[in-house]
């Protein structure tokens, strides 16, 4: 009872690499993912960047023994969640219990669009086998019975925010005591559903975006799965490693303002921000590095750096929005993020905010721009912030 | 640690915001699809919010302002929403004038409402509630997987916890699930039909001050091996609560009508159930993976009461423990125990 998290393994799949080893590398090369779409089927093919998977479905299904007819969003989801157990040298719970608790946003939602192509004319018409996936319960059920998961299933949708509390509810169940072992984290695929759904809100980027730059012009959207196998004590005793960090802190707060926009002065960022600095006992000053949500619009990075600000006044840690390489992974946001905050403790690494040119005049502190080796990184706040006014943020410490 | 169930709030097919109404009449179908009985919305938020939120958002907020006004509450310390499907309405009409227009003339009203936690987005934003917000999509696993973290976040502190279940029928799902086999054919007198519903629950670790019942477990079982492993699991589950098959005083049922998907519900009856009192709870609300959300709803209401609605039969006075058998498919299986306080 009241054991603590360890993240005992990780695995990723992003615009920036198939898995762990070369999203580090890209991150350190300051190689971005994001570019022309080349495999979502859109209308908006040659005005909208994206940061796509480098494989189509086919590659992804060869990689899993997986059909490729499968939903996108699930076959990410797979191998990024076979990589975290493998990369812990989780092979079976023994007589310890397992959760998979896993985030998407918009389910089978690349199938139901195809469905709905002749459902919408015909409602005797599209393949049902097109829907089957539809849910998002759904997505974690295939790949939980991919990997022989059944102790606890569990799914979180709190738009993007959905994969830090994913991560949390897995420490909050180890803290409890009802699990040993947790999979965390979430997947979403690009869709059009989501493409167009951000375009009609006018906040996606035409050009590759600009976290908290003077002249963002919005996100783009990206794709992507992320899980880390948090571990009890006996977990990690079982597993017999070392952890690579642990979860020191967690919070989610409401901004309570408005269903897609933030508060401007980002209240529910502030309280999450808050919140995880008191659930892991520490001040501002033992927070070495913000992995920031940092979308590129002009409402979330003014309310971010706001509540930063409000926070952290007057010593400002090192801080980055990585979804300058990967994009805004929505679902999968919060676990890509997490996996980053924890490779930046593990190997002392900065990662930096790509495109920087020009501060805020609002805030009084700017984003770091190169690579920095070599750093002091014991404690990460990673931030994810979604419609809702669904406000999480995570601490992760050096174990 | 003891959770009690402070209030309640329920929107379903049957008169469940009307206590009176509910124990004096009942509603029933024809149709294979059951929907609920709205109230005036306006009785709970302003009008021209009800105007801009879908079917489903309405329902929620309704059924949880019902919640938290029976409680006497203004500001729950959490709000934990479980549905299935999401907001349907909005993903499906989005989604149709996308195919339909081409990815082009879209408006963004309908994609910001698709999103699965607009219901618990939206009780937050009437009640300017800045607490911790979660909502869990697993299917059938949904509303139980919200309770248990209802449990551990009063646990760590945080309470007292509202936490409800959403689903709705909307013309598309029906058909899409029609397509499937689900639903009982027109004309014919057996088989399941759809249902939905709102079911909000106020959990604290305090009684407050007039508590329906205290809500002492759960477990949640993802494909057992074979339908029989499902009996001891039961058996285990009464036990570590420190009771046995003899004090449970009602069992609640998930028999849908379907003769195929009844059949091992109708095994359960004859074995570890048999003797029990017992009611087939899905022939109130319809069948849905949130369901159990009704399920516990009709549970606390009993316990609380202490007496039976007049139109309905098989369940004998008092009662002290109810066990509650969720089932979807024999894919999704929960047991849950719930007490009188």
Same mark, same amino acid.
């Given at each position: ?399 | ?151 551990? /976040?009063?646990? %760590?502190? =945080?309470?007292? !916890? &509202? ?8 013309? +598309?799902? @029906? ?67 420190? /009771?046995?098959? %003899?004090? =449970?005083?009602? !069992? &609640? ?8 998907? +009844?059949? @091992? ?72 125990? =719930?007490?009188? !306080?």
């Amino acid at each position: 009872m009241n054991s603590q998290s360890f993240v005992a393994g990780m695995g990723i799949v992003s615009a920036i690499g198939n898995d762990l080893q070369s999203n580090y590398q890209s991150l350190c090369d300051e190689k971005a993912g994001i570019g022309e779409m080349v495999w979502l089927q859109s209308a908006h093919k040659n005005d909208l960047p994206v940061g796509e998977v480098k494989r189509s479905n086919e590659q992804l299904a060869a990689a899993t023994g997986l059909s490729s007819r499968l939903p996108r969003t699930a076959l990410l989801s797979c191998i990024a969640a076979r990589d975290a157990l493998l990369d812990a040298g989780w092979e079976k719970s023994g007589p310890l219990r397992t959760g998979f608790i896993s985030a998407n946003t918009v389910g089978g939602m690349d199938k139901t669009e195809n469905f709905f192509k002749l459902f919408s004319k015909d409602k005797s018409a599209g393949k049902l086998a097109d829907v089957v996936h539809h849910e998002c319960g759904s997505i974690t059920e295939l790949v939980a019975d991919w990997l022989g998961i059944r102790h606890f299933v569990s799914t979180v949708s709190t738009a993007c925010s959905s994969s830090a509390n994913a991560i949390f509810t897995g420490a909050r169940m180890i803290r409890s005591g009802l699990l040993d072992f947790a999979l965390v984290g979430g997947c979403d695929a690009l869709t059009r559903f989501t493409l167009n759904g951000f375009n009609t809100l006018m906040i996606l980027d035409k050009e590759l975006c600009k976290p908290f730059d003077e002249n963002r012009r919005g996100l783009n959207l990206g794709e992507g799965a992320a899980y880390l196998l948090l571990a009890s004590e006996k977990g990690l005793q079982q597993l017999g490693r070392k952890s690579y960090a642990r979860i020191a802190g967690y919070a989610n707060a409401n901004d309570a303002f408005h269903q897609t926009a933030s508060s401007p002065e980002g209240t529910g960022s502030f309280l999450a921000m808050k919140g995880a600095l008191e659930k892991a006992g520490y001040g501002p000053a033992d927070i070495d590095y913000i992995n920031l949500h940092g979308t590129g619009t002009q409402n979330n990075d003014i309310a971010e750096g706001t509540a930063i600000r409000l926070l952290f006044d007057p010593a400002f840690p090192k801080m980055s929005s990585t979804k300058s390489y990967t994009g805004h992974t929505l679902g999968a946001s919060g676990a890509v993020e997490a996996v980053y905050s924890v490779l930046a403790i593990q190997n002392g690494t900065i990662f930096p905010n790509l495109r920087f040119t020009t501060a805020m005049k609002e805030l009084p502190f700017q984003p770091v721009t190169t690579c920095l080796k070599n750093q002091r990184v014991r404690n990460v706040l990673s931030n994810s912030f979604g419609f809702g006014g669904n406000c999480s943020s995570l601490i992760f410490s050096a174990a | 640690m003891k959770v009690y169930i402070r209030s309640t709030g329920n929107i379903s097919p049957q008169h469940s915001l009307d206590m009176d109404l509910f124990f004096s009449s009942g509603v029933t179908t024809t149709e294979n699809f059951f929907k609920c009985v709205e109230p005036a919305y306006d009785a709970f938020v302003d009008s021209k919010m009800i105007r801009r939120m879908s079917r489903i958002v309405r329902m929620g907020v309704a059924a949880a302002m019902t919640c938290l006004r029976n409680a006497l509450t203004e500001n729950p310390g959490a709000i934990l929403t479980a549905t299935a499907y999401g907001c349907l309405e909005d993903t499906s009409f989005f989604l149709r004038r996308m195919v339909e227009f081409e990815e082009t003339l879209l408006s963004p009203t309908a994609f910001i409402q698709s999103t699965h936690n607009t219901v618990g987005a939206q009780i937050a934003l009437l009640l300017k509630c800045h607490h911790y917000n979660n909502t869990i999509v697993h299917r059938a696993f949904s509303f139980e997987n919200a309770l248990t973290e209802s449990r551990l /976040l009063l646990q %760590d502190g =945080i309470g007292p !916890v &509202l936490v409800g279940a959403i689903d709705e029928i909307t013309d +598309d799902r @029906h058909a899409i699930l029609s397509r499937f086999g689900l639903y009982r054919k027109p004309n014919h007198s057996s088989g399941n039909i759809a249902g939905e519903g709102a079911s909000f629950f106020l959990m604290d670790s305090q009684p407050g001050g007039n508590p329906l019942a205290v809500w002492r477990d759960l477990q949640t079982l993802y494909k057992p091996e074979n339908p029989e492993s499902v009996q001891p699991e039961i058996l285990n589950f009464v036990k570590r609560n420190g /009771l046995t098959m %003899d004090d =449970i005083d009602l !069992v &609640l049922t998930s028999h849908t009508g379907n003769a195929r998907l +009844d059949e @091992h519900d109708d095994q359960l009856l004859e074995t570890i159930f048999h003797g029990k009192p017992h009611f087939p709870f899905k022939s109130l609300c319809g069948d849905y993976p949130t369901a159990s959300g009704f399920a516990l709803w009709l549970a606390a209401v009993l316990l609380k009461e202490q007496k039976k609605p007049s139109w309905i039969s098989g369940i004998l006075f008092p009662v002290r423990h109810i066990l509650i058998h969720h089932h979807s498919e024999q894919i999704h299986h929960s047991f849950i125990l =719930i007490s009188a !306080v």
